[in-house]
């Protein structure tokens, strides 16, 4: 119940393409959905992140797409660019306790 | 605000000896938090501080492995004796309240031989 499935586990997207980073949780307590970014030697970085109160948020490029009712949620990079190469985390927090849930990570590659 | 500073960076040591990793949260930040990363088991919390108090510590892998925080400023995760296995990258991540999001360090890069 605790888990946060993430997919895909690699993700190879020409330049200007969309790319989709999926995730889904059991655990009804989560009420908070942060997604980490994270380059090579580096720690991840908090990129954007959603509250189930909304369906959608847009940063720029990045959505979070978000179904309540099916416990999924989604990162879309739109105009994917090769700065975007990066490992992807999914998360999901309940903020009445304290811990959060890191998915799998996603490897995602943009071809020049 | 320099961010959450870890140090060192790189850390090569042999087996059997004593490893201590630093951490400075940012100031401000109530939540301090250890996590190990590896290619087979991902992110794994380690040890969660709140308000400088150690409030779960159930995911250090053994007694080999101890965390202090002795006050707001400074962290500390010691591993007594190392073993290869204990090879990762390990992160401290820092936050304003433990359910919100986190700002990671540049991590250790721990290399036991």
């Known amino acids: 119940q605790q888990q946060v499935k993430q997919s895909p586990q690699s993700l190879i997207v020409q330049k200007g393409g969309i790319s989709i980073i999926n995730c889904a949780y059991e655990n009804t307590a989560f009420d908070y959905f942060p997604w980490y970014q994270q380059f090579p030697g580096k720690g991840p970085a908090l990129l954007i992140a959603?509250?189930?109160?909304?369906s959608e948020k847009k940063e720029g490029r990045f959505t979070i797409s978000f179904n309540k009712s099916a416990k999924q949620f989604s990162l879309h990079i739109m105009d994917s660019q090769p700065g975007d190469s990066a490992t992807y985390f999914c998360?999901?927090?309940?903020?009445?306790?304290?811990?959060?849930?890191f998915g799998a990570g996603t490897r995602l590659f943009v071809k020049a | 605000d320099a961010g959450v500073i870890q140090s060192p960076r790189h850390e090569v040591t042999e087996m059997g000896q004593e490893v201590t990793l630093r951490c400075k949260p940012i100031s401000g930040h109530n939540s301090l938090f250890w996590y190990r990363q590896t290619m087979m088991r991902g992110l794994e919390l380690l040890i969660y501080?709140?308000?400088?108090?150690?409030?779960?510590d159930s995911g250090m892998p053994e007694d080999r492995f101890s965390a202090k925080m002795p006050n707001a400023s400074f962290s500390t995760l010691k591993i007594q004796p190392s073993e290869p296995r204990d090879s990762a990258v390990y992160f401290c991540?820092?936050?304003?309240?433990?359910?919100?999001?986190?700002?990671f360090g540049s991590g250790t890069r721990l290399t036991v031989v």
């Open positions: 991540a820092s936050s304003l309240q433990a359910g919100g999001g986190y700002t």
């Open positions: 501080f709140n308000n400088n108090v150690p409030i779960d």
């Open positions: 959603i509250r189930p109160d909304v």
């Open positions: 998360a999901a927090v309940n903020t009445g306790g304290f811990k959060t849930i």
